[in-house]
């Protein structure tokens, strides 16, 4: 697992609970746009993510809708694994 | 938001519409409004070229990892968000291993054009440290303490020398001939009045004059050359240049006279002037650049 999924996955571990566009993940892990997507596409289809797309109207709001990412039960599990197998988190 | 700005947010979201056109036909249109989505929640226009960049680099990898298998799997589900990972596909080199690649291409690209610029060409030896001499025409004679004037013809004598070839170089404005009387002369009461005898010491290169090393041409040190070239300079009594150096004698190369000149002006200020009776005077003189390499 690359450096840059770890700082993916413990940008959602600060609260699993949380939807995340990829833009918050940027925010929280400052991992790049061209490194991000592909790493959420590739958490997803291992399962570990799901997402959606946000609910709003975007006429309403005044910007378009984002696509919200959330650590599933299994993500989870296996997220909590990998950074027990550490003893700690990874530095900021 | 001014013009620069909005023409960048024009590029950031054509750039992301083009990236979102090379993904896989089944992610195109999500990863196309994702990330416009999220472009608009950067701030700062560079903030938004990087991460439109960013997108057309995640569209290569995306459309390695996901092309085939999300377009046979959205195709059997009927899904736009069907993602399937191929673990057999992955890209030839990471994105980390493409750009130590092309970091190391591009030193091994500087040092290969280095080294061919500095190696010697074909055929020759390694060229030696170059050694440059520099001889004069006119050896200054050692100063003479200024005796009386004796009166009698024979013991008149004009202490000057002059080059051995070529016209004599004219002293400065001063003087009227070189060696002879400049100030009136003592008269004999009861005869001719008689010329006085002049001490007259050429100058030359005096302290702090320039390392000669510095002026043997690169071009000629590679190509071996070497030669003599004989410059004429005129120097106040100061020992500064008064005049651009001119070659009398070419050394017969065109570097190493220019090499010669560039000696003899970067000097200004460091020539010993030419005296006579002991006080400096203006002066023409030449001397000679021996450029030449140790075998």
């Given amino acids: 697992m690359s450096f840059q999924t770890l700082k993916v996955l413990e940008a959602f ?20 746009s061209g490194t991000l997507y592909p790493i959420l596409l590739r958490l997803e289809s291992a399962g570990w993510f799901v997402s959606r797309w946000e609910a709003i109207d975007p006429a309403k709001v005044g910007r378009p809708r984002r696509r919200l990412y959330r650590l599933t039960r299994s993500g989870l599990a296996h997220a909590s694994g990998v950074f027990a197998s550490f003893g700690r988190g990874i530095p900021a | 938001m001014n013009p620069h700005d909005r023409w960048f947010d024009a590029v950031a979201r054509n750039l992301i519409r083009h990236a979102a ?10 990863l196309g409004e994702e990330w416009l989505a999220d472009l608009a929640a950067r701030t700062g226009v560079l903030s938004q070229l990087r991460f439109a960049l ?21 195709a059997a589900a009927g899904s736009k968000t069907a993602v399937v990972h191929d673990a057999g596909s992955e890209p030839t ?25 500095i190696v010697a060409p074909k055929g020759l030896k390694p060229s030696p440290p170059p050694r440059i001499d520099v001889s004069f025409l006119a050896r200054p004679a050692p100063p003479v303490p200024p005796t009386p ?24 404005r001063t003087d009227t001939i070189q060696g002879q009387v400049t100030e009136a002369p003592p008269v004999r009461p009861n005869g001719p009045p008689l010329p006085k005898t002049v001490n007259r010491v050429l100058g030359g290169p005096g302290a702090g004059f320039p390392n000669t090393d510095d002026f043997y041409p690169q071009a000629s040190i590679r190509l071996r050359e070497m030669g ?16 651009k150096p001119t070659i009398d004698h070419s050394s017969g190369i065109a570097r190493l006279d220019e090499g010669a000149l560039k000696l003899a002006k ?30």
Avoid: M
């Fill in chain 2, 228 to 243: 003599i070239a004989t410059v004429s300079v005129c120097v106040d009594s100061a020992g500064r240049l008064n005049g």
């Fill in chain 2, 93 to 117: 080199f990471s994105r980390r291993t493409t750009v130590i690649l092309l970091v190391v291409g591009f030193h091994v690209l500087v040092i290969c054009v280095l080294a061919a610029a």
């Fill in chain 2, 149 to 172: 004037v004796d009166l009698t013809l024979a013991n008149i004598r004009v202490i000057d020398v002059a080059p051995p070839e070529g016209p004599p170089v004219p002293p400065e």
């Fill in chain 2, 266 to 295: 970067a000097g200004s200020g460091y020539y010993r002037p030419t005296t006579e009776d002991g006080r400096p005077v203006s002066a023409c003189y030449p001397f000679r650049v021996k450029f030449q390499l140790r075998d």
């Fill in chain 1, 13 to 32: 571990l600060e609260n699993p609970g949380d939807e995340l566009s990829g833009a918050d993940v940027h925010k929280r892990s400052c991992v790049a």
């Fill in chain 2, 54 to 74: 960013g997108c057309c680099w995640a569209t290569n990898v995306i459309a390695h990892e996901f092309g085939a298998p999300v377009r046979a799997a959205a």
């Fill in chain 2, 21 to 30: 056109t090379r993904a896989p036909p089944a992610l195109s249109e999500r």
